[in-house]
C-alpha cells in the first residue's frame, strides 16, 4: 500500500508519512483535507469510508487496515 502512503504524503504536504504518523497531528489536517482524503481513497482504491469510519482513524496505519479490510471484502 506504498500507494497509500504516497498519496497521504502528497495531502499533507509532506515528505513521507510513516503508519505510526498520528493523521490529526499534521500541520495541514483540516476538514478539507479530510475530505479529499475520502476522495482520494474512492477514486484510486474503490473504497468508501464514511465520516463515522474515519473518526476511528488515529494513525495512517489504521487508515491502511479499513482500506485493505475494504478493498479485500470486494475481491
Request: aromatic share 6%; no cysteine.
Amino acid at each position: 500500500m506504498q500507494e497509500l502512503y504516497n498519496k497521504m504524503a502528497e495531502i499533507l504536504e509532506v515528505e513521507t508519512v510513516k503508519r505510526e504518523d498520528e493523521i490529526r497531528k499534521f500541520d495541514n489536517w483540516d476538514s478539507l483535507s479530510l475530505l479529499v482524503t475520502l476522495s482520494t481513497i474512492d477514486s484510486e482504491f474503490g473504497v468508501l469510508i464514511t465520516t463515522e469510519e474515519f473518526d476511528k482513524v488515529k494513525t495512517i496505519g489504521d487508515l491502511e487496515d479499513i482500506v485493505k479490510s475494504k478493498a479485500g471484502s470486494k475481491e
